[in-house]
């Protein structure tokens, strides 16, 4: 078992990472709730294949069970309504808890749940996805989409624990789990070279969850994102170097929405590369650093740049959603680039000229 803290003063809690831990989970609520009902929420896919042995786990709790269609598309005005909406007929109170049982859709849609109802009320943890055991699931970032973007309106707002049982990992399809490790390499290429290094010898072993392997890819994930958070928790510095890619990426993702089908991590490789590849064009970093990353992605079959790209109708139209971006300042684009592998930094007032090139050319368009 692997406990790692995460120090926000009277906010802190612990991330438990454990294989077999679902079966455990009611020991660990326990300790954190001495009364008040739980409501679970989830979604179909995930409460088919592990919903009764979470409720097993839970016996002897007063449990309300919330189950939404599996998609982004719950992450919506729509979506949020429909839980707050179960929860007030059921009269949930604020001393009552919520889980989220589900992977990033899930425990963005319930975290910004339960920092609502009711002004607030209690939050916890289970993941059962790589991308929301290493990133999501921990650091209190919880939200919905809009028509503007990914994650506009939302809140921070920490759970009280995280629960991560690694075995439940071997049920992902593996599009699922290539879309986590992107996240996972995401810590290597910010600031941890050995890690990168040691991902390019394991990464097939992460991919295909060898216990070992993956149990250690989590624990850095989670001790880096720990750290980062306990320095910023409200994103006012440092923590925005855990967007790297995200900017590009989220982008993609608002090209993608009408027809749904690109995960938040295949966008986030594709980002990573962007933002490599843009770095590079800055010369900040060397074309061999961003061959060593493509080589890596290419290698565990990630998705990559060119893979997305084609979604990319217009670059002006693409530019105006990184505009959007929550890390933006006085209208001008922040993106987190790369020195080097492992050296990630901030960049404020990105040339909007030089940005738009990369744009057009990546996308095989003029620049309007
Ligand atoms: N996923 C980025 C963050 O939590 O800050």
Known sequence: ????????????????????????????????????RIAIISDENVYKLHGKQLEAALIGFEKHIIICPAGEEQKSFEGLQNILNSLFDKGFERNDTLIAFGGGVIGDLAGFAASIYKRGCKFIQIPTTLLSQVDSSVGGKTAINNKYGKNLVGSFYQPQLVLSDTSILKTLPPRELKAGYAEVV????????????????????????????????IAISCKTKARIVAEDEKETGTRALLNLGHTFAHALEVEAMPSGNLLH?????????MAFEFSAKE???????????????QALGLISKKDITPLIKNSNKFLEHMQQDKKNVGGNITLILANSIGDAFIKRSVPKASLLEYISQISGQKNA
């Not at 078992?1 to 079966?23: A, C, F, Q």
């Not at 991590?265 to 590369?273: F, K, N, T, Y």
Request: net charge negative; with cysteine.
């Open 283 to 297: 010369n900040l970093c060397s074309a061999a650093d961003v061959k060593r990353v493509k080589t890596h992605f």
């Open 1 to 36: 078992m692997t406990l790692v803290n995460v120090d926000l003063g009277p906010r802190s809690y612990d991330i438990i990472i454990k294989e077999g831990l679902l079966s455990e989970v009611g020991s660990f609520v326990s300790q954190k709730i001495s009364r008040g």
């Open 265 to 273: 991590g295949e966008a986030v490789s594709a980002g990573i590369e």
């Open 186 to 217: 995401k810590y290597a290429l910010l600031g941890d070279y050995e890690f990168f290094t040691w991902l390019e010898k394991n990464g097939e072993k992460v991919l295909s969850c060898e216990p070992t392997a993956i149990a250690k890819a």
